[in-house]
DNA sequence: TCTGGGGTCCTAGGACCC
DNA sequence: TCTGGGGTCCTAGGACCC
């Protein structure tokens, strides 16, 4: 049976977020900032009207954040990742198949459904589902393959008589569409490929799906291979309701100001390691490789600059804290160097096995701690309790490096003094 | 003054082996 | 004159995504 698939998006989702629990900012251009207050990573379509771009740093657009009273956020993933959360339980309420794709994105597999249903209609069921339930608006693409139903979602968003519902299924609508959209615009080219592809002429989606997938693979990869084959309505991305095991964990930060010193580099490393150790156990791996990496900023060009990163290998994987962090300060001790202003570190956990699956040698001495999943399991908890925080003496009390958020919202669902109030 | 964070996949080239 | 060839594994770097 021809698969038939639809990508649900959310509209500007991080500033919708922040809009759901803000009437008055009902038509206020409002911009969210990276960690760090620095760059725009999120614009409601006021903020994208005025022409806010993708990616600025903040301090560049000052004058125009005065000139139109435009309304600042810093991140609140806590909050975002609620929302996002609703979102998709409603959708797995509507869907037999759902597959979170990201944050603000789920593709849905409607294969064998077209003959029962209207996919129209149904995408427009979706919209208003979303609306109610949690207040978020969406728009729908629905497509023979992911690249294709990726197309319609844009053009759900981009054109208003779509009434942000697009249905690809004909040959001759996709052909429509591909003659309208930039190359530049298809999911998997980005801003290399498009470069090159514009320069052998190939300009927008059609002349892309019109190019011989053969010679697109001899001169490029197959990577952009498998996207001609879906633009022709050849499915060659699966869909995946499961996500598969994470490969690595990185957690890394800017500072909210320059580390000189070895002590505080070694708080915030610290702090990196426990919180990448959480997401390990979340994922239910152990890890045998563990880097750690420092550098100065690249943008002060006139200030020496220095950029080094270390891995080193447990004895046996592992996914206890105090493991990680044994090791991360052996590695950064080596690749510390006094005299340079560091704005940012971070750590990365690889070679990961399922808990309990590696297999250590016969005669190897090196027994596993015995507490170590009570232990762990029990600090967890505990953070994860919204009762306390517990943490090693090693990540510091006073954290004069920790990040800027000076423009957070509260959080809303998730912390019950931050619950809104109605009067 | 001020420039994010967290992922994936593919490829080329080197090391090493037989 | 003339100096192998093929396979595997690993890593760094490039490209992309949100």
């Not at 810093?74 to 998709?88: E, F, G």
């Not at 022709?232 to 995946?240: K, P, Q, V």
């Not at 990185?250 to 909210?256: A, I, M, P, T």
């Not at 250590?360 to 170590?372: P, V």
Request: with cysteine.
């Amino acid at each position: 049976m021809s698969p038939v698939f639809a990508l649900v998006d959310c509209n500007n989702f991080y500033a919708s977020c922040e809009k759901l629990f803000r009437p008055d900012l009902k038509n206020t251009p409002v911009i969210i900032l990276s960690n760090n207050d620095g760059c725009v990573v999120a614009r409601s379509k006021e903020a994208k009207a005025l022409g806010i771009k993708m990616g600025i740093p903040v301090f560049k657009i000052r004058p125009q954040i005065r000139r139109y009273g435009i309304r600042m956020f810093s991140s609140n993933y806590a909050l975002y990742a609620d929302i996002s959360h609703r979102v998709m339980v409603t959708l797995e309420e509507m869907a037999p198949r759902v597959e979170i794709y990201s944050i603000d994105e789920a593709f849905l597999d409607l294969t064998g459904m077209q003959s029962a249903i209207d996919l129209v209609e149904f995408g427009g069921r979706v919209r208003e589902t979303i609306n109610q339930w949690v207040g978020i608006a969406v728009c729908v693409g629905i497509a023979p393959t992911k690249t294709l139903a990726k197309l319609a979602n844009h053009a759900a968003k981009r054109y208003p008589a779509t009434k942000k519902v697009v249905d690809l299924s004909s040959r001759k609508r996709q052909r429509k569409l591909m003659a309208l959209t930039p190359v530049e615009d298809i999911w998997g080219i980005g801003g290399r490929l498009s470069k090159r592809l514009q320069s052998m002429g190939i300009h927008n989606a059609l002349d892309l799906a019109d190019t011989s997938a053969k010679s697109i693979r001899q001169q490029f990869s197959v990577v952009l291979e498998r996207t001609v084959r879906e633009l022709n309505g050849e499915s060659c991305i699966e869909f995946a309701q499961v996500p598969p095991t994470k490969k690595q964990i990185v957690c890394s930060r800017s500072f909210g100001s320059e580390i000189t010193a070895y002590q505080q580099m070694g708080e915030a490393v610290c702090e990196y390691v426990t919180r990448a150790g959480e997401k390990l156990r979340k994922e239910h791996q152990q890890a045998r490789l563990l880097t750690v990496f420092i550098h100065t900023s690249p943008h002060k060009q006139n200030k020496p600059q220095y950029s080094r990163s270390l891995s080193g290998e447990l004895p046996l994987p592992s996914d206890d804290t105090r493991d990680l962090l044994e090791l991360s300060m052996k590695l950064l001790k080596r690749i510390w160097r006094e005299g340079y202003g560091y704005v940012k570190a971070g750590v990365i956990l690889s070679d990961f096995y399922d808990v309990g699956v590696f297999q250590s040698g016969l005669f190897d001495e090196l027994a596993m701690r015995s507490n170590s999943h009570l232990l762990m399991s029990t600090l967890d908890n505990i953070n994860h309790s919204g009762l306390g925080r517990v943490f090693f003496a090693r990540q510091g009390m006073r954290r004069d490096w920790a990040m800027r958020r000076e423009y957070l919202s509260p959080a809303y669902t998730t912390h019950w003094d931050d619950l809104i109030k109605v009067r």
